[in-house]
Every structure is written in structure tokens, then in C-alpha cells.
């Protein structure tokens, strides 16, 4: 059965880093597209990011310039990494799998199976 389990999440203050981590297990995804959504108190999830299997990111303009998506097949992991965090960046991240044959999928229709989420907040 298919499992992703997301970590790294965690409290920091403005302006500092975190690497969320997303290992999956069940199935290869090496041919599939790895994305991250993220979830906010009283919003509804969004889009942050996703990388193809060609290796080709694209990124919600919310966090371009300062979140960087990447992938290690070879470890079954897809990372995020975070620099110059904001308070609205608070949020619950999840990484998710997008279906076979996709394209570019950026809604979460596109995606087939998802993590349960890592908290990261961002304090003032």
C-alpha cells in the first residue's frame, strides 16, 4: 500500500529556514510528478509547488524566489526547502503524488495519493 510520510516541520521565527522531507514507500514514483500543498487556519489548501520527473519546478508566486522543490528516486524522498519564512508561510504541509500521464498538475484533482502533513509555523 502506498504511504507518504512528511517531516521537518517545526516552529521558527521570521526570516529563518526549514527542509521538509517527504519519504514515500509502495510504489515507484520515479515516472510521476511530486508536489507540495500547504493548508492555513480557515483557508482552504493551495498550491506550493511541484517537480516532473524530467527534473522541471514550478512554484506558486506566493513562495518563488524562496522555495525549493527537489526529488532523490533513489531515496524515495522529495524535499522542500524553505528560506526566508513568513508568518504566512504558517501552515500544515503535505506532499502528494501526481497521476500518471499528468502534465503539470497544480490542483489537488491531479494528485493520487497524499501525506498527513507536517506543521510548520512561522512566529513574528
Known amino acids: 500500500q502506498v504511504q507518504l510520510v512528511e517531516s521537518g516541520g517545526g516552529l521558527v521565527q521570521a526570516g529563518g529556514s526549514l527542509r521538509l522531507s517527504c519519504a514515500y514507500s509502495?510504489?515507484?514514483?520515479?515516472?510521476?510528478?511530486m508536489g507540495w500543498f500547504r493548508q492555513a487556519p480557515g483557508k482552504e489548501r493551495e498550491f506550493v509547488s511541484v517537480?516532473?520527473?524530467?527534473?522541471?519546478?514550478y512554484y506558486a508566486d506566493s513562495v518563488k524566489g524562496r522555495f525549493t522543490i527537489s526529488r532523490d528516486n533513489a531515496k524515495d524522498t522529495v524535499y522542500l526547502q524553505m528560506n526566508s519564512l513568513k508568518p504566512e508561510d504558517t501552515a500544515v504541509y503535505y506532499c502528494?503524488?501526481?497521476?500518471?500521464?499528468?502534465?503539470?498538475?497544480?490542483?489537488?484533482?491531479?494528485?493520487?495519493?497524499w501525506g498527513q502533513g507536517t506543521q510548520v509555523t512561522v512566529s513574528s
Open positions: 509502495g510504489r515507484t514514483f520515479s515516472s510521476n510528478a
Open positions: 502528494a503524488v501526481g497521476r500518471y500521464g499528468s502534465t503539470w498538475p497544480r490542483q489537488e484533482q491531479d494528485f493520487d495519493y
Open positions: 517537480i516532473r520527473w524530467t527534473g522541471s519546478t
